[in-house]
């Protein structure tokens, strides 16, 4: 009895002293986070550091001292945790690029996007791989198949848009940024549906019929998981409109909008889809619609709540990987043969330049070719800084590494550990160097932003956004896509009219039909929703 006693005793210290741990943890993380924001406001003007790599130098700062203060027995400050990342770190990132999001600028440049989105990652991923192929077999860095080469092309084809766009303005560049940020969610989301194919398909035996079946579920994924975050937007815009929540507690109306974003994005992981091209899409129809059939109190909350989220995750994703960088287990693996470790990432560097460069450049000429406008045109100094800012690597391949190379984090095998450094090394050494540069990289190619801010607000296509803020400076990003093509818009009277302007008929055929079809159930811009004692409502009964 007294042994049990005993050994129950000793249970439950374990369990208090992991628990003090943990709380300690979460402490540090706060505190750190605080910092961030401190130091991050005190350095806003600064034209070398942003946020992102604030946040990734303090938590390596962090990391040492603690290695200090422990004397190098810590080997696990923070274990990476994917799920962690990809379930509750990502999706407000990407619901808020999509809420947010300037639609007329995104969609004007879809094609060109989803170019170098999705045509672009997969030549990115396959010259990665092939790459990594030719020059890992020399280095010898240990047993990789032929999984894992192909998975390596997908988890170094995947960009971090997110230290870029801190340093892009989207008043001041409109296109530059749509670009980049479109790109950047297209990328993340080609990237994550590639590397799961690669891992759920036998590729010991490659034949045709697997190759197209490879392709075919690639489109379904892409497909599906796009249409299953335009019906969760719809369903959500359609229950606030019919139910009127606002006239009991606005704080409903809040709550049903962020949880029919997270559940679509969940929905999609359940049934094996893209979460990110799900919460992305979500979030573009829940800003067309759902957004405009709330109470204006809710207006102004959910727009500064998806904002704040999506800034707090951000830091924290950085934070994280900052800390983690230094994980001595795995750099142990490594120690006994440096050279090979610097080898692997240096080629891996390599290889992302050249393939980000194999695609940009190309792809670009050839969207130029479709643009008539000089204005909508990418030039080669916009060239120059897509390529340079898409250099940077960040947490969605540092999750996919410890994905495909360890186990609950943690790894056993020397070449898993070489892949993981690796991977370390090319995602701190590409954010700290690229992102240094890229703020003054854009001053010197792109030297009067004032200018191009001025020809934007005076070109009669841009959102009336633009001109005519809906929550006041800072607010107007929320736009509407019926704003693409003006009420007043030409019709194309012959079929070389219809092909000389090809968005223009688009966005006038999608207004009528949004007006005609989409608002009477869905509601959106012009649907002011009947609250008693709300602000409409009293200036209703003032004319009256």
């Known amino acids: 009895m007294a042994d049990i006693l005993s050994a129950v005793s000793e249970k439950l210290q374990m369990l208090s002293t992991s628990d003090h741990a943990s709380v300690v943890s979460i402490n540090l ?136 766009l801190q340093v892009l ?22 990237s994550v549906v590639l590397f799961n194919a690669i891992q759920s398909y036998d590729l010991s035996h490659i034949n045709t019929e697997s190759a197209l079946q490879f392709i075919g579920n690639f489109f379904y994924l892409f497909i599906t998981s796009t249409m299953l975050g335009v019906i969760a937007g719809l369903l959500s815009a359609f229950i606030i409109k019919k139910l009127y929540f606002g006239r009991h507690s606005t704080d409903r109306e809040v709550a049903l909008m962020m949880l029919m974003a997270y559940l679509s994005y969940m929905l999609a992981e359940l049934f094996y889809l893209s979460g990110i091209l799900t919460v992305f899409f979500c979030g573009i129809v829940m800003s067309h619609y759902t957004w405009h059939n709330v109470t204006e109190s809710s207006r102004i909350t959910t727009k500064h709540a998806f904002a704040t989220l999506s800034f707090v995750a951000e830091i ?19 120690s006994d043969s440096p050279r090979t470790s610097v080898a692997v990432s240096s080629v891996l560097l390599a290889l992302v330049m050249v393939g980000r460069a194999a695609f940009v450049f190309p792809l670009s000429f050839l969207s130029n070719l479709a643009k008539k406008s000089p204005n909508d045109k990418i030039d080669l100094k916009q060239q120059v800084v897509i390529w340079w800012a898409g250099q940077m690597r960040g947490a969605v391949s540092m999750a996919l590494a410890y994905n495909q190379f360890t186990r609950s984090g943690h790894t ?17 050494f590409s954010t700290v160097v690229f992102g240094l540069f890229t703020k003054p990289l854009i001053r010197f190619l792109l ?42 818009g030409p019709r194309p009277n012959s079929l070389r009219a219809l092909l000389t302007t090809p968005t223009h008929t688009v966005h006038y055929y999608w207004r009528k039909f949004d007006d005609a079809f989409m608002r009477p159930v869905f509601g959106g811009r012009g649907f002011v929703p009947f609250v008693p004692g709300s602000p409409t409502e009293r200036e209703n009964t003032q004319w009256q």
């Open 29 to 164: 993380f706060v505190a750190l986070l605080c910092a961030c924001i401190v130091i991050g406001h005190l350095l806003e003007e600064n034209r070398w550091m942003n946020e992102s790599i604030t946040a990734l130098l303090i938590g390596l700062c962090t990391g040492i001292v603690i290695l200090l203060v422990s004397r190098g027995k810590s080997s696990h400050l923070l274990v990476f945790s994917e799920d962690l990342f990809f379930i509750y770190m990502l999706p407000p990132i990407i619901f808020n690029a999509g809420f947010q999001v300037k639609k007329k600028q995104f969609f004007r440049n879809f094609i060109t996007i989803m170019l170098f989105g999705a045509v672009g990652t997969l030549i990115s991923c396959s010259i990665i791989s092939a790459g990594v192929i030719q020059f890992f077999k020399k280095l010898d860095i240990g047993s990789l198949d032929i999984g894992d080469y192909l998975a390596i092309g997908a988890i170094f084809a995947a960009t971090d848009s997110v230290c870029t």
């Open 169 to 190: 303005n989207q008043d001041e560049t409109p296109l530059l940024y749509s670009l980049v940020f479109g790109e950047g969610v297209v990328n993340d989301a080609t």
């Open 316 to 334: 924290f994703i950085f934070l994280y990987v900052g800390m983690d960088a230094l994980d001595i287990e795995k750099w142990r693996f490594v």
């Open 412 to 428: 056993q095998l020397r070449a898993n550990a070489i892949m993981i450094t690796s991977t370390i090394t090319v995602v701190l």
């Open 447 to 488: 030297p009067h932003p004032k200018h191009t801010t001025s020809m934007v607000l005076s070109d009669s296509s841009t959102p009336k956004s633009f001109m005519v803020p809906l929550l006041g400076p800072g607010q107007e990003s929320v736009d509407s896509l019926a704003d693409f093509g003006g009420s007043n």
